[in-house]
C-alpha cells in the first residue's frame, strides 16, 4: 500500500505544523525539501483551489509520489477580500511577515468593520492527474497592531474570539485545532484510511513512468548541471 505523502510546500513553518498534525496518522511524511532541487511552480491561479491543486499535481509529476499541497491566505471584508491569494505577496516578492502585517494595518486604519477569515484548501493529487480535496476556514477579526511572538504570516494581526487571543499569542498544538489548515488537515486525517485506498487504486490505474525530468524548466536542469 502506498504510504508516502510529499507535503509540496518549502515553507518550513507550514511543513512544521503540518508534520505536527499528521504525526498519528499511518503515513509517512516527507517534504519536497527532501528530494533536493526540484523545478518550481507559478503559483498564478485565481483560487486558493486552483494554485493548490497546481502545486500538487506539479510535485506529484517530478517525483512520481502524491503530494499534499495547501493554498491559504486572509481575506478581509473591509478591503473587498485582499489579501485574498495573493497573501504572501501583498507587501511586495520578498516581504517579511513583519512588513506584511503592517502593511495591511496601514491599510485598515480608520476601518470600522474588522472581520475577516482564514481560507486554506488542502490538495492531494496524483502523477497521473487526479486529485482529492479538503476545505478549511476560520473567522476573526483584524487588531489595531501587532500582539504576540510565534506564529508566522498574519498570526500576529489575526484576533480569534473564542480564544480571546490572536494567533500569534497561542501555542502551535492550540493554534492547530482550530486554524484554518488544521481544520483542513483534520479532515483529511480522519479519512486516512480511505485516502490511502483511493491512492493505491488511481496509482495502479495510472501506472506513471519514470519522471522525465527535461519536461521541466531549463532553470532547473541548469541548477542541476551545476
Known sequence: MINIIVLAT????????????????????????????????????????????????????????????????????????????????????NATDLEKCDKLLAEMEGKNNRKARFECVMSLATPGGPALTWLGNCEGEITARRHGESGFGYDPVFFYPPLGKTFAEIPLAEKNKVSHRGRALQEFAAEIDKVLIWLGQRLVEQKPPKPDHTKFTDDWSEKKAD
Open 10 to 93: 518549502g515553507n518550513k513553518n507550514k511543513i512544521r505544523e503540518m508534520k505536527e498534525l499528521l504525526k498519528d496518522a499511518p503515513i509517512q511524511i516527507k517534504s519536497i525539501a527532501d528530494y533536493g532541487s526540484l523545478p518550481t511552480v507559478v503559483e498564478d491561479g485565481d483560487t486558493f483551489e486552483e494554485n493548490a491543486y497546481k502545486k500538487a499535481h506539479h510535485y506529484a509529476r517530478v517525483l512520481g509520489l502524491p503530494c499534499l499541497a495547501d493554498d491559504s491566505g486572509l481575506v478581509v471584508e473591509a478591503l473587498d477580500g485582499r489579501p485574498g491569494v495573493h497573501s504572501a505577496r501583498f507587501a511586495g516578492e
